[in-house]
């Protein structure tokens, strides 16, 4: 017995596909039917339909292209198929309120509308909407925009203010020799300008006759033998060589030897670099001419020019962290001494005074550096980070996560700011989340759906459709 199989395709009416068998069996034919798992799509509601040529072209309904081709559904698993359905009632049973612009431009239509460019007008359905304030979004929105939220806790907030500033000498470390009577240098040691000297290290030997004068009477005061014993009768004498400032070395070594000396030798009276020398062999200095003039430099200081809007954050005490830019890397640690009581008019800086310790001597005057002033409260507060907040200039608000793709504009009292912090004093309670990326979108998604809810109350009803798109039925 021979047996002879074919396979024909039937189209039949709804897209029912139809397989058909003729079997020889002692020579006669019959045929058998049945249908093909590829043609049942007509259970199936497709979300839209796309460009059959793949163009970036979509359809709400069923539509042509221009050569007349049918635009391919899209079901939910992604497949586009070539065979169209039946068209379909409603993408969804919920009621639609208008159609937007799918530009996002402030224009709605009570009907389905292509704008100037060809593209559909996007439903807008019942329950998008919300009255009690919030923006909602779909879970793949807030996907596609990268939001995230963040707890809102109570950490210290570390305020660092930079100034610059340069390094001065400390008033208190500077001393000048200068003479108080006629006097002549009879000889200038090897000390120069920018040298180092130590406390009690010779400068110079002067000769001056009020210095002899006042030197013989202290030493005939002494060494009489009726009051030489009394010490009250050589005080006035001793007193006088004081008042010339006679250094202290000198007056010890005459009541040791009880010789008044012709010269006298003058030293440093501390340690510290020579910042001038005036004094030159043979030169007559008169009473007030300095001769020299030397500063310790192991302590200097550093004057910063705060900006006015930091000023409240500024007070006596606080560390600072000092960066010279000839040393990159080191840091030099202070404390503010002085606030000075007195604004720049002109650059509207306050100006503070730091205190150093320059024991290798790095730190010279004049010399420029950067002060960052550590301002931190240990005492934590409410914070977010700084990219939460919406700054319009007059107000300041943040989108609280209500959870369910809901977000709520909120405005809030803002602090201090800090380490990618901003201290919250009222608005926010701790542990509510608040939204830290992508606000900006968010805020313009309302502002799109507030404006297009405001079109769409102005709009006119469907009886009135014609007349408010242009199109006549």
Known sequence: MKTLRLLTTLALGGGLVLGAYWFSNHGRWSVHAEATPAAAQADRTPLYYRDPSGAPLWSATPKRDDRGRDYLPVYEDGEATAVAPKPAQAASARKILYYRNPMGLPDTSPVPKKDPMGMNYIPVYEGDETDDGTVKLSPGKIQRTGVKSEPVRRRAIRVAVRAPGTIQLDERRVSVIAMRAESFVQKVADVTTGTRVKAGQPLMEIYSSAVASAAAEYLATITSKTVGGVEMYGRGSRQRLVNLDVPEQVIAEMERTRV??????????????????????????????????????????????????????????????????????RIFSGKIAVVYPQVNRDTRTVRVRIELANPDAALLPDMYVDAEIDTADSAPVLAIQDSSVLDTGTRQAVLVDKGEGRFEPREVKLGRRGGGYIEVRDGLADGEAVVTSATFLIDAESNLKAALKGFAEGAPQPSDAGHATGEHK
């Open 260 to 329: 008044a000396p012709l010269t006298v030798h003058w030293s440093a009276p501390r340690d510290g670099i020579v910042l001038e020398r005036s004094a030159i062999d043979g030169m007559r200095a008169n009473p007030g001419d300095v001769l020299f003039r030397i500063a310790d430099i192991s302590q200097v200081w550093a004057l910063a020019d705060v900006a006015e809007r930091d000023l409240g954050n500024i007070a006596v005490g606080q560390s600072v962290a000092v960066r010279a830019r000839s040393f990159p890397g």
